[in-house]
C-alpha cells in the first residue's frame, strides 16, 4: 500500500512538473510569429541579383554568387525584437536591415544595418555594429560556425545581442519604421529560423 501511495504520489508531482514546463514554454513562445522557417519564401520579395536557394538539410536559405540582393519582408515593423540565425563564411560580407523605409531600394541610409562582416579593417563596420549608429562594445568573430542576432528596436532604443553578447546599447531616431531585409553581398550566408515579436 505504501508503494502504492509512492508510485501515485510521485506519478501526481510528475504531471505537475510537466504541466508547469509546458505552460512555461507556450508562454516563452507567447507573441512570436515566424517569418522564415526553412520551408518556403513565402512573405520574402527578392531584390537584387543574388543566387537565393533553400537549403533542406539544415532549413535556410542561402547566396554565394551573384551581385549584392536582398530577401525583404513583405510587412513592415515598428517597435519589435527579431531572432536571426545566420551562418557566415569569415570574409562574407552580409547583415539584417531594419526599419527600411524603401521596401524596393534597401540601404545603410535608409535602414538601420546590423552587419556581418568578420574581416572589416575599421571595426565600426564590424559583425555586431549598427552601421553609423554605433561600433560593436565588444568583438565576436561569426566566422563558420551558426550564430544568433537579436534585435530589438524599441522607438529611439536599438540593442543588438549576438550569441548571448550585447554589442549594441544605442539612441537612434532616423529610422522608425520599415521592412526587414536579409542581404547577400560577399561570400557564403545563410540564414534560418527568423522570428520577430511587437514590442
Known amino acids: 500500500m505504501k508503494r502504492?501511495?509512492?508510485?501515485?504520489l510521485g506519478l501526481l508531482l510528475l504531471g505537475v512538473a510537466s504541466a508547469s514546463f509546458v505552460s512555461s514554454a507556450s508562454a516563452q513562445d507567447a507573441g512570436w510569429t515566424t517569418l522564415f522557417d526553412g520551408s518556403t519564401l513565402d512573405g520574402w520579395n527578392v531584390l537584387g541579383g543574388a543566387n537565393w536557394s533553400l537549403d533542406e538539410s539544415d532549413g535556410s536559405v542561402m547566396a554565394d554568387m551573384g551581385i549584392e540582393g536582398h530577401l525583404v519582408t513583405d510587412s513592415s515593423y515598428d517597435d519589435f525584437e527579431v531572432i536571426v540565425e545566420f551562418w557566415a563564411d569569415s570574409p562574407t560580407n552580409s547583415g539584417v536591415y531594419i526599419r527600411c523605409s524603401d521596401p524596393t531600394d534597401i540601404t545603410?541610409?535608409?535602414c538601420y544595418e546590423?552587419?556581418?562582416s568578420d574581416m572589416?579593417?575599421?571595426?565600426?563596420y564590424r559583425t555586431g555594429a549598427v552601421v553609423a549608429v554605433s561600433p560593436p562594445l565588444e568583438v565576436v568573430d561569426?566566422?563558420?560556425r551558426w550564430n544568433e542576432y537579436v534585435i530589438r528596436a524599441?522607438?529611439?532604443?536599438l540593442t543588438v545581442t549576438l550569441n548571448g553578447i550585447e554589442t549594441v546599447n544605442a539612441q537612434d531616431s532616423s529610422h522608425s519604421a520599415g521592412v526587414?531585409?536579409?542581404?547577400?553581398?560577399?561570400?557564403l550566408i545563410k540564414f534560418r529560423s527568423?522570428?520577430?515579436?511587437p514590442l
Open 4 to 8: 502504492f501511495f509512492a508510485v501515485t
Open 108 to 110: 545603410a541610409r535608409n
Open 114 to 116: 546590423v552587419n556581418i
Open 120 to 124: 572589416r579593417a575599421d571595426p565600426t
Open 142 to 144: 561569426a566566422g563558420g
Open 154 to 157: 524599441d522607438g529611439p532604443h
Open 180 to 187: 526587414i531585409g536579409l542581404q547577400f553581398s560577399t561570400g
Open 194 to 197: 527568423v522570428r520577430i515579436r
